[in-house]
């Protein structure tokens, strides 16, 4: 099974508009943290957020805040207030605590594409 | 910050040779090093993990005869692809985590290396 999920392929937003990125993932670690990177083309990883399974109120960053439903084991990444800059590749991972060491799991990604 | 720097950006190759990346942790001693691959458009897939000292440990499906993993010092691991062919061409990328780092934390990433075998 896979480990996280990310259903959208691509999604297109307006510039200046809240766009919701889905992330879901399966574990049976109690321990886990979720992170969301960016990748903009010229393919560096930009650390945006991070969420840990224990953390009781949903991380926010600036523009960006996850929306942590630990019960339907999801982490989607909300962005306001879109900017150009924002049109990247944006990725779910997972850290396992407890089982998975220190490694990230990545999900396949989905393409942001801001417009005017 | 932690900062990761990953050499060379773009290499061509031939078929049959080697190509060595290199990633340096520039302000901190990068116990554990994570080696990615990721073909276009898709995901980060984890070819190997390393601490300084010890033999890598790959992941399933990854050739360690073909991908050599040298994490000698604190601050430097090498991957070197070994006789490489056109299917290996693709992006490669490091990240370094300090001992120590809180779980939110310490996941530095390199920029990244293009590999293309003619």
């Known amino acids: 099974a896979q480990k996280i999920t990310q259903t959208q392929p691509g999604m297109f937003v307006q510039e200046k508009e809240a766009v919701t990125l889905d992330c879901t993932y399966d574990t049976s670690d109690p321990s886990y943290g979720l992170f969301w990177y960016k990748q903009p083309s010229s393919g560096e990883m930009i650390f945006l957020i991070y969420?840990?399974?224990?953390?009781?109120q949903n991380a926010t960053e600036g523009r960006y805040s996850l929306n942590f439903q630990k019960a339907r084991k999801s982490a989607n990444l909300v962005i306001s207030a879109s900017q150009l800059g924002d049109s990247a590749m944006y990725f779910c991972?997972?850290?396992?605590?407890?089982?998975?060491?220190?490694?990230?799991?990545f999900g396949t990604g989905t393409q942001l594409k801001v417009e005017l | 910050g932690a900062v990761v720097s990953q050499h060379p950006s773009r290499v061509i190759c031939k078929s049959g040779t080697s190509v060595k990346i290199e990633c340096r942790s520039l302000d901190f001693q990068a116990t554990t090093m994570f080696w990615y691959r990721q073909f276009p458009k898709q995901s980060l897939m984890l070819m190997a993990t390393s601490n300084e000292g010890s033999k890598a440990t790959y992941e399933q499906g990854v050739e360690k005869d073909k991908f050599l993993i040298n994490h000698a010092s604190l601050t430097l691991s090498t991957l070197t692809v070994t006789s490489a062919h056109p299917e290996d061409s693709s992006f490669y990328i490091c990240?370094?985590?300090?001992?120590?780092?809180?779980?939110?934390?310490?996941?530095?990433f390199g920029s990244g290396t293009r590999l293309t075998v003619v």
């Open positions: 969420q840990g399974s224990y953390d009781q």
């Open positions: 990240s370094a985590r300090e001992l120590g780092t809180a779980a939110n934390y310490g996941y530095t």
């Open positions: 991972a997972m850290r396992e605590l407890t089982g998975g060491g220190n490694k990230l799991t």
